[in-house]
T-cell receptor
């Protein structure tokens, strides 16, 4: 158990809809990173937040957006869902620049 | 652009054997290298973290080595057990504290 929780566990949406995924960081961690993992592939970095500010972004379009709150919990929002957005979404918290601790992930299916 | 490759993509060995998983990366300017384990449908568990200044790390039956100059890391698993069956991923952390991942090696230990 890493102390990082994610909700929901599973989610089914249809193309064009919007989704919000949530992550609760491990106590004391001020950095959260989000990753997308397609089936059979390694995770891809989406973005990172440090003390409520975006601190780096991977090669994802603007319809992927995020927030980090004062308690360092975080949200990942995806607008205009596409079939290829179906994946496991992982968040990881850390006390930068230390080891990242991963949550169990949210499995998103887009139909 | 950093690229991480893991070979082989899949490996099946009898219980009790020692085995080596390989990871290579194209840019030696890394902050650290980490090995993770992922069980089916689950999140990621950190196994070993090697700082860029280190050559190896050990934890129980696991030993990871790092050769930055050649862009290679190996994960050695001694006396394999069926419970070791999982996908093993390596990731390098760049100077922006972002993780770049390989696609993983799926390991099956046959009883």
């Amino acid at each position: 158990e890493t102390g990082v929780t994610q909700s929901p566990t599973h989610l089914i949406k249809t193309r064009g809809q919007q989704v919000t995924l949530r992550c609760s960081s491990q106590s004391g961690h001020n950095t959260v990173s989000w990753y997308q993992q397609a089936l059979g592939q390694g995770p891809q970095f989406i973005f990172q937040y440090y003390r409520e500010e975006e601190n780096g972004r991977g090669n994802f379009p603007p319809r992927f957006s995020g927030l980090q709150f004062p308690n360092y919990s975080s949200e990942l929002n995806v607008n205009a869902l596409e079939l290829d957005d179906s994946a496991l979404y992982l968040c990881a918290s850390s006390l930068a620049p230390d080891t990242q601790y991963f949550g169990p992930g949210t499995r998103l299916t887009v139909l | 652009k950093q690229e991480v490759t893991q070979i082989p993509a899949a490996l099946s060995v009898p219980e009790g054997e020692n085995l080596v998983l390989n990871c290579s990366f194209t840019d030696s300017a890394i902050y650290n290298l980490q090995w993770f384990r992922q069980d089916p449908g689950k999140g990621l568990t950190s196994l070993l973290l090697i700082q860029s200044s280190q050559r190896e790390q050990t934890s129980g039956r696991l030993n990871a080595s790092l050769d930055k100059s050649s862009g290679r890391s190996t994960l050695y698993i001694a006396a394999s057990q069926p419970g070791d069956s999982a996908t093993y991923l390596c990731a390098v952390e760049d100077s922006n504290y972002q993780l770049i991942w390989g696609a993983g090696t799926k390991l099956i230990i046959k009883p």
